[in-house]
């Protein structure tokens, strides 16, 4: 009876790890052909857009040092605008308390390489890629944008965008290679699967606010 009943327990945790894997899969390859093609690399061959949206992360790394994952999204939201491809920026990053404040730290690193002020519009609620997609349509009143961040993270932002029915497309910034880029890559085909759950339940930002128009 005792072993009758392990071995029904080993074959429901087979079922749920098969089912798992496969959600996996199936979100990373779903994610992965929707954004085929509206990735781009080079700043010569990437379509205009009048805005260029930055999505946020540290900049230290809690090691010391500057997260490399900051210091390329700065280096590549510089070479876009530079090349004549985004008239401004918004940057879209978590705002959680006095002491982390993702949106001003990177307006700050962006204003010191000479993008002006003026052209950098802040929105403190982007905590998640969900509410940064959502907020820049309904808050700021875009149609279309071209996101800049590394491009496993462009290709999650772009469905989600389009299943809100903002149009977007990705300037890939450098990504990183070691373990440092294993572990992250392996924590997004887990927040792959999430964008799903979140589509299905319908999600919403956690914050919405008043209008604000990028002129």
């Not at 009876?1 to 979100?27: G, Q, T």
């Not at 006095?98 to 905590?127: H, M, S």
């Amino acid at each position: 009876m005792k072993i009758s009943i392990k071995r029904k327990y080993r074959f429901l945790a087979a079922i749920l790890l098969l089912l798992s894997l496969l959600a996996i899969v199936i979100s990373n390859f779903t994610i992965e052909i929707s954004a085929r093609g509206k990735t781009f690399n080079d700043p010569a061959v990437i379509p205009k857009n009048k805005v260029g949206l930055v999505l946020g992360t540290s900049r230290m790394l809690v090691e010391g040092g500057v997260n490399p994952y900051y210091a390329h999204r700065i280096n590549a939201t510089i070479k876009l605008y530079k090349a004549g491809k985004i008239e401004y920026v918004l940057v879209s990053g978590d705002n959680g308390s006095i002491y982390y404040n993702e949106p001003t730290t990177i307006k700050k690193d962006l204003v010191k390489r000479g993008i002006p002020g003026e052209k950098i519009f802040l929105d403190y609620a982007g905590f998640r890629t969900l509410d940064s997609m959502v907020r820049a349509k309904f808050i700021f009143g875009l149609d279309s944008v071209t996101v800049i961040s590394q491009q496993f993270h462009n290709e999650r932002a772009i469905y989600l965008a389009e299943k809100k029915g903002l149009m977007a497309i990705g300037f890939n910034a450098k990504g990183i290679s070691g373990k440092e880029g294993i572990k992250v890559q392996f924590r997004e085909y887990f927040a792959r699967v999430k964008v799903f759950i979140d589509l299905l339940l319908n999600t919403q930002p956690r914050f919405y606010g008043e209008k604000i128009e990028i002129k």
